[in-house]
């Protein structure tokens, strides 16, 4: 399952970045307060935080996905209008990344989750209409 598999990249992906911010926090203690290599650092973690952020979002982004897919026999479709946002989001996100890497993957994962619960929303609308 495509999604799953991007649930496992970013997981890891995520697990690999807390690892890089934990380093960079300790060395970053050992510097100098003020020094310009402790600010050298504290703005690689800052960005690195951001990171990790946006990654647990796209976790969520993919759970959320997986969840909605598994009940989307018991439940009407979401508007249209609404999941094309969330299409073309998570294309920007995977415009953003770098392609091959867990966070472009589930970008990628989102994009096509997104193009096919759009089409069945469409496809939904057209038959009751």
Do not use: C
Not at 29 to 51: D, F, I, N, T
Not at 93 to 110: D, I, L, Q, S, Y
Request: hydrophobic fraction near 35%.
């Amino acid at each position: 399952m495509p999604d799953a598999e991007a649930l496992r990249h970013t997981s890891d992906a995520l697990l690999s970045q807390l690892t890089e911010l934990e380093d960079l926090e300790r060395t970053k203690r050992a510097l100098e307060p003020g020094s310009a290599a402790q600010l050298r650092v504290s703005r690689r973690v800052e960005a690195l935080a951001r990171k990790v952020l946006n990654t647990a979002g796209q976790q969520t982004d993919i759970v959320e996905g997986i969840a909605e897919t598994e009940d989307s026999s018991s439940q009407a479709s979401r508007e249209p209008q609404v999941i094309l946002a969330q299409w073309r989001e998570a294309e920007r996100a995977m415009e953003a990344e770098t392609p091959g890497t867990p966070p472009w993957e589930a970008a990628h994962a989102a994009v096509d989750r997104l193009r096919a619960e759009y089409r069945r929303a469409f496809t939904e609308r057209g038959q009751r209409g």
